[in-house]
């Protein structure tokens, strides 16, 4: 199995801020790669896929890029929603895997 | 507008067995298949496989073979989880997700439904 691998685990911001979170594939994925939004008690929500296309609806702050085995995804300007749990997939070959996910926190 | 409804939470004893439903509305169900996917209490997402909405064929990931078991009411556009032989370690939530193409050759979830919750106690 693929096994992906987000940094860093856990990272506090405050809101207007930019960050940055990468996930790393142990092998390539090509572009076979989504980001997911999850907050507390509710279900994923798909932000990204194939490594940077912006699912529609979702906020222009977010950003993907990335192909082969790194990928980041980058939110802009943080607003006070977006402290979340943050999850990138791969679709490339089963079984998808997910990564650990990487919580992000008010500073 | 495209929505998968679950059902709700369930607490059942060890050994026992649950079945989860997820109804699909706002689609063509059988054009697009389901994938079920659990999270432990505090943990990450484990993706547990797929069923084909059209041929009702179930694929199981590795470590789900043998006591989950997917399956399909078309004519309700509803897909089915069930879990067997329960076990403490089988708590999580448990969730549905349709799959689109990304017009590379890739599938991702686009919609997941709110989720169920499966306790399993004494």
């Known amino acids: 199995a693929i096994r992906m691998t987000q940094s860093p685990s856990s990272f506090s911001a405050s809101t207007g801020d930019r960050v940055t979170i990468t996930c790393r594939a142990s092998q390539a994925v090509s572009s076979y790669l989504a980001w997911y939004q999850q907050r507390p008690g509710k279900a994923p929500n798909l932000l990204i896929y194939?490594?940077?296309t912006l699912q529609s609806g979702v906020p222009s702050r977010f950003s993907g890029s990335g192909s082969g085995t790194d990928f980041t995804l980058t939110i802009s300007y943080l607003q006070s929603e977006d402290f979340a749990t943050y999850y990138c997939?791969?679709?490339?070959?089963?079984?998808?895997?997910f990564g650990q996910g990487t919580k992000l926190e008010i500073k | 507008q495209v929505q998968l409804v679950q059902s709700g939470s369930e607490l059942k004893k060890p050994g026992a067995s649950v079945k989860v439903s997820c109804k699909a509305s706002g689609y063509t169900f059988t054009d697009d298949a389901m994938h079920w996917v659990r999270q432990a209490p505090g943990q990450g997402l484990e993706w547990m496989g797929w069923i084909n909405t059209n041929t009702g064929n179930p694929t199981y990931a590795q470590g789900f073979t043998g006591r989950s078991v997917f399956s399909l009411d078309t004519s309700v556009s509803t897909a089915y989880l069930q879990i067997s032989s329960l076990k403490a370690e089988d708590t999580a939530v448990y969730y549905c997700?349709?799959?689109?193409?990304?017009?590379?050759?890739?599938?991702?979830?686009?919609?997941w439904g709110q989720g169920t919750l499966v306790t399993v106690s004494a």
């Open positions: 194939a490594a940077s």
């Open positions: 997939q791969q679709y490339y070959s089963y079984p998808y895997t």
């Open positions: 997700a349709r799959v689109q193409p990304d017009g590379a050759g890739g599938y991702y979830f686009d919609y």
